[in-house]
C-alpha cells in the first residue's frame, strides 16, 4: 500500500482488480478546500487511458509488475516460448499477450517481458527491428505520380508498405509500433 503522495510515473496500481500505470500525475492545492491529486492512467492490459483524481493522503494499493529481458524462443500453437536471460527457466506467454508484437518478432530476438504474480502481461519489443522482405512484386521506374509504396512480406509473415526500390531478399528496418518501413538495414 502506498498514499497518493508517494504516487510517479510508471508506478503501477492495482485498482479495483485491475492493473493501471501512471502517465501522468499533478498534485493540485486550490486555495480552498483540500488538496488532491489529479493523474492519468493507462490500463496495462487493454491499454485504455482514463483520468482520475485520488484526494490527498489516500490510500491505493500499488502492484508489482516484473520486467524482465527474455529471448523468444518458438512458437507453440497460439502460445509463444520466452526464455528467462538470468535463470534460463521457460515461460509460455498466450497469444492474445503476445498481441501485435507477433509479427515482428524472430527466433532468438529479445523482448521485455512484464509479468505480475506469474502471469504474463504483456511483451515489449526494441522499438525497431530487422527483417528480410521475402516477398514483393518488382516496382516498376516511371509507373507513379509521387512516391509510391506498395506491399512487401517479411520472413515473419507481416505485411509491410515499402518504397518501390525495394525487392526480394533486401533487409529493412521496421518500427515495432506501427510497423512502418524505417530503411534498409
Known amino acids: 500500500?502506498?498514499?497518493?503522495?508517494?504516487?510517479?510515473?510508471?508506478?503501477?496500481?492495482?485498482?479495483?482488480?485491475?492493473?493501471?500505470?501512471?502517465?501522468?500525475?499533478?498534485?493540485?492545492?486550490?486555495?480552498?478546500?483540500?488538496?488532491?491529486?489529479?493523474?492519468?492512467l493507462k490500463n496495462v492490459l487493454s491499454g485504455k487511458v482514463v483520468d482520475k483524481t485520488f484526494n490527498a493522503?489516500?490510500?491505493?494499493?500499488?502492484a508489482t509488475v516484473d520486467k524482465r529481458t527474455m529471448q523468444y524462443l518458438y512458437a507453440d500453437g497460439e502460445d509463444y516460448v520466452f526464455m528467462d536471460l538470468e535463470t534460463f527457466d521457460q515461460i509460455t506467454v498466450p497469444g492474445g499477450t503476445v498481441g501485435e508484437a507477433a509479427n515482428y518478432l524472430l527466433p532468438e530476438a529479445e523482448a521485455t517481458v512484464a509479468t505480475h504474480e506469474s502471469v504474463p502481461l504483456y511483451v515489449?519489443?526494441?522499438?525497431?527491428?530487422?527483417?528480410?522482405?521475402?516477398?514483393?512484386?518488382?516496382?516498376?521506374?516511371?509507373?507513379?505520380?509521387?512516391?509510391?509504396?506498395?506491399?512487401?512480406t517479411v520472413e515473419t509473415g507481416a505485411t509491410v508498405q515499402v518504397p518501390l526500390f525495394i525487392t526480394t531478399g533486401e533487409k529493412i528496418k521496421v518500427d515495432t509500433r506501427d510497423g512502418r518501413y524505417l530503411g534498409r538495414a
Open 57 to 62: 493522503g489516500t490510500k491505493v494499493e500499488t
Open 1 to 40: 500500500m502506498a498514499t497518493t503522495n508517494d504516487l510517479k510515473n510508471g508506478l503501477v496500481l492495482n485498482l479495483d482488480g485491475e492493473l493501471w500505470t501512471v502517465i501522468e500525475f499533478q498534485h493540485v492545492k486550490p486555495g480552498k478546500g483540500g488538496a488532491f491529486v489529479r493523474t492519468t
Open 124 to 152: 515489449e519489443l526494441p522499438t525497431s527491428v530487422v527483417l528480410e522482405v521475402t516477398y514483393t512484386e518488382p516496382g516498376l521506374q516511371g509507373d507513379r505520380s509521387t512516391g509510391g509504396n506498395k506491399p512487401a
